[in-house]
């Protein structure tokens, strides 16, 4: 898959001045959010460091995605990882790791960030974006149903390496 224009930003209608766009050059402020941003996703992984964060903007299956508050100065209050991929029925895409900066939840980060990688995964020519969301996360359940994800039936296995 062709890599999108650096210069691709993403601009979603939204109350808030919040810009979506494609990391293409890693930055000191894109490490800097990732430091912050990853620790209230998980408890379990640490932030990206710059090496990893590079791989994966250079990478032509992974599109890192981040989102930027005008009002806080171009400030990153959010990302999401999209995986796009072929397979033999197609090409599919997948939404990964999505967080947004407590300080900003509830002003369309999120909807920003996944309406983005919606129309990133329609224009690379996917005929399905999957994510999965753990039911304690009620605001982004209904984020994700409000943008037209519906609930499948089957079962997520996991195989874990030591």
Same mark, same amino acid.
């Given at each position: ?14 109350? +808030? /001045? ?14 800097? /959010? ?7 996703? +998980? ?13 994966? #903007?250079? +990478?032509? /299956? ?9 009002? %806080? ?38 909807? #920003? ?7 990133? /995964? ?11 969301? %753990?039911?304690? %996360? ?19 296995? %996991?195989?874990?390496?030591?």
């Amino acid at each position: 898959m062709a890599r999108s224009d650096p210069a691709s930003v993403y601009r979603v209608a939204m109350p +808030s /001045a919040i810009e979506v766009s494609e990391v293409i050059d890693v930055t000191l402020d894109v490490v800097d /959010a990732f430091a912050r941003l990853i620790p209230q996703l +998980s408890s379990s992984n640490p932030a990206p460091d710059t090496d990893a964060l590079e791989a994966m #903007a250079q +990478s032509d /299956a992974s599109i890192l995605l981040v989102a930027r508050d005008a009002e %806080r100065d171009g400030e990153i209050v959010g990302s999401l990882t999209l995986v796009i991929f072929r397979i033999p029925t197609g090409v599919r895409a997948w939404i990964e790791d999505v967080v947004v900066d407590e300080a900003a939840r509830g002003r369309g980060v999120g909807e #920003a960030l996944n309406r983005a990688a919606l129309d990133r /995964a329609r224009t690379a020519g996917a005929t399905t974006v999957d994510l999965t969301s %753990r039911p304690s %996360r009620s605001s982004a359940n209904r984020l994700y149903q409000r943008l037209g994800f519906v609930e499948r039936e089957t079962n997520v296995y %996991r195989h874990q390496f030591d």
